[in-house]
């Protein structure tokens, strides 16, 4: 925070280049050049360098989403050995793909691809031998596979892949009764999504934990902050509306969680500066909770109607108005 | 994928260098504009935007608790309301944060007010007619960036449910939308640089954005059962148009007749790609929106298409039309054609 804001390293923007017009530093025809030089794009090099990644994604991904899609049909006319031969070379191919080059971004892409087709084999292999085994077990063999790939690879896709697969695991192992709250049984609903948010806000922990050489990109750590906040609100909006009850303990580990999570956000305890995508994440999390929360009052307990709506309208607007000045701010005295 | 530097656009010190500009007198010019408003960071401005569509919903439901929303009212308050958000808006000065935020709200939702009623009242035609002239209209009249981008969705949207209900509820009226749509959004950033010279400057952001968000939205009917054997292939042209433009500014397809025949081999091979994926017209439109981004340095414009890729390929699963196995085969098929087109552009950038 400290460092503060330069306009000068802000993206040359074609409202800031008038700007600089309109205030007589550069001149008309200056204007029409720094406008072109601006909005140039890639040259030929740079060109040549984007459409060999966007064709190597975009390939890799149709194929791997192509075998998903497959599988997942279950074909009968395909007998055992046959669909799982064929799930075995997918994931052997990509797999010897990315051994081959494991340092040219080709090879972890298929590194990412292979996890991706990891997850088929296993879904092929749970229809060939259907144990009656629940969903999350698949899922959850699936994350554990992962890890030496992303831990050799770290590669930012397959890190997301990652973190995806075991939370959507710690889900259904929470939907089909596999965790267990004490004497309640299965946890309630504001615990489950709770603990949906553990998976991103570990990770997130992480990332922020990391020396900066070896921190991941900063997308990669915004998808954690957001998600992390998105599971927050929606166990926050179920306490508001259903009641804590008998979850009052998942209730206080959440809003623990928000406080830690939303605070660093805010810029509490940093000694960088913060990120602004993810403190509008925690604000909006929050003008979400504050609004509801102030709907139950305003229509619960003061029995107002059309005077409530009229107050929540300006409370809205004199937050989110808030929110905004104060992130502007942010963002001026250095915030990215 | 790609790394940012690649779609980032050149700091203004780094031009102001290139130029020879004097930093500091550039530097207190930026301040002053910034402390009368200036720019903000998307995140905020996607704040504002969503903060003012909460508002819009509650004064929806309180005029129509207070029966303000009921026939030939609800036009009336509605375009009231228009009215009054247009008046704040402009005599807002800068920094004027709760009453530009409180100006949005109340045209959003007078804009639900009349396009609802014209729609419910009228039919789809007059709703489509109503949203097209209030889009057209408050895209010039209402000086700010996120209501000119929510013009711009809801002009384009009513122009193309117009089209749609004209046409006897065709697939391929929204397919001739989503290509005009497609050309629109490649035009709007190819001449960038003239629209941002013009006295238009302020709407080229909003416009452009706007009409990726209506590409993105006209794509979703193809995940309903109508639409799979329509007009999917009609993102086709605008998306050869803008790689061929594209690759004309930058030289790649200047003529090297050593690698030619390999050049030409690549775009037939992406061109069969998005035919053999045509009932997913929203990864082409992914794809196109990507390439714009790249093109002029838009990251923000790149990661909303990445994302939309993703969502779309995720929900097409559930579409019941078509079987997994043809699903399966449409994106196999176009996914070993992609690969191979790079192979192509790879061997012949060795070269």
């Known amino acids: 925070m400290s460092e503060g804001h330069d306009p000068l390293d802000e993206a040359a923007t074609g409202a800031r280049i008038r700007a600089l017009h309109r205030r007589g530093v550069i001149d008309a025809s200056t204007l029409d050049a720094l406008l072109a030089r601006a909005s140039a794009g890639p040259d030929a090099a740079g060109w040549a360098l984007v459409l060999d990644r966007l064709l190597l994604a975009l390939g890799a991904g149709l194929c791997v ?20 031969g064929s799930a075995i070379a997918a994931v052997l191919a990509a797999g010897g793909w990315a051994l081959w080059a494991p340092d040219r971004r080709s090879g972890r892409v298929a590194l990412t691809a292979a996890g991706g087709l990891t997850g088929a084999l296993l879904a092929v292999y749970g229809q060939v031998y259907q144990t009656g085994a629940d969903a999350w077990t698949l899922f959850a063999a699936w994350a554990g596979l992962l890890v030496p790939w992303v831990l050799a690879s770290r590669f930012e896709p397959l890190i997301a892949l990652w973190v995806l697969v075991g939370d959507l695991a710690l889900w259904l192992a929470i939907e089909q009764g596999a965790v267990s709250a004490g004497a309640d049984g299965r946890p309630g609903e504001i615990a489950q999504w709770v603990m949906v948010a553990g998976p991103p806000a570990l990770a997130w922990a992480v990332a922020e ?60 305890g940093r ?7 993810l403190a509008t994440a925690a604000l909006t999390s929050a003008i979400v909770l504050v609004t509801v929360a102030l709907a139950r009052v305003v229509f619960e307990a003061w029995d107002l109607e059309q005077g409530g709506l009229l107050l929540l309208a300006f409370a809205v607007v004199g937050q989110v108005g808030g929110a905004a000045t104060w992130l502007r701010r942010m963002w001026r005295a250095g915030a990215r | 994928m790609v790394d940012g530097p690649v779609i980032r656009r050149p700091t203004v010190g780094a031009l102001l260098r290139e130029a020879g500009i004097d930093p500091e007198a550039a530097r207190a010019a930026l301040n002053a504009h910034d402390d009368e408003g200036g720019e903000s960071p998307w995140a905020i401005r996607a704040l504002v935007g969503f903060g003012a569509w909460l508002c819009a919903i509650i004064l929806l439901v309180l005029a129509i608790l207070l029966d303000l929303a009921n026939g030939s009212m609800g036009v009336f308050t509605g375009l009231v309301a228009i009215g009054v958000g247009v008046a704040l808006r402009r005599t807002a000065g800068p920094g004027s944060v709760f009453r530009t935020q409180f100006a949005l709200s109340v045209s959003v939702a007078g804009h639900a007010l009349v396009i609802g009623f014209a729609a419910e009242q009228e039919g789809v035609v007059t709703g489509g007619f109503a949203a097209a002239a209030l889009g057209g209209a408050l895209l010039v009249a209402m000086p700010d960036p996120v209501h000119r981008f929510l013009s711009t969705l809801i002009g384009a949207l009513g122009l193309a449910a117009l089209a749609f209900e004209i046409s006897g509820r065709s697939p391929w009226a929204v397919a001739a939308a989503l290509t005009a749509v497609g050309g629109g959004l490649w035009a709007v950033f190819r001449f960038e640089t003239r629209i941002q010279a013009s006295r238009w400057a302020d709407l080229h952001l909003p416009l452009g954005f706007g009409l990726a ?55 037939a091979l992406l061109a069969a790609a998005v035919v053999i994926a045509r009932s997913t017209p929203g990864v082409a439109a992914a794809a196109l929106a990507v390439l714009v981004a790249v093109h002029r340095g838009h990251p ?48 012949r950038g060795a070269r």
Request: glycine fraction near 14%; charge should be positive.
């Open chain 2, 213 to 267: 968000a209506t590409l993105a939205t006209l794509s979703l009917p193809w995940l309903a059962d109508d639409f799979v054997t329509a007009g999917g292939a009609g993102v086709v042209l605008p998306l050869a148009v803008a790689i061929a433009a594209i690759a004309a500014d930058h030289g790649l397809i200047r003529p090297r007749p050593e690698s030619a025949g390999r050049l030409v081999a690549a775009f």
């Open chain 1, 271 to 277: 000694r960088r500066p913060i990120d602004l995508v």
């Open chain 1, 209 to 268: 934990a990391l020396p900066e050489a070896r921190r991941p990109a900063r997308w990669l750590v915004r998808v954690f902050g957001v998600g992390c906040y998105a599971a927050l609100t929606v166990a926050g909006l179920v306490a508001i509306l259903d009641g804590g009850g008998e979850q009052s303990w998942a209730a206080l580990l959440g809003v623990a969680v928000a406080l830690v999570g939303g605070g660093w956000s805010l810029g509490v």
């Open chain 1, 65 to 84: 989403a192509a075998v998903i899609y497959f599988f997942a049909g279950n074909w009968a006319a395909l007998g055992a050995a046959e669909k799982l």
């Open chain 2, 300 to 347: 923000v414009l790149f990661g909303g298409a990445v994302f939309f890729f993703a969502g779309f390929l995720g929900a097409w699963y559930y579409q019941m039309e078509l079987t997994l196995f043809a699903k399966a085969g449409a994106l196999a098929g176009a996914g070993a054609l992609v690969l191979l087109a790079r192979l192509l552009l790879r061997r």
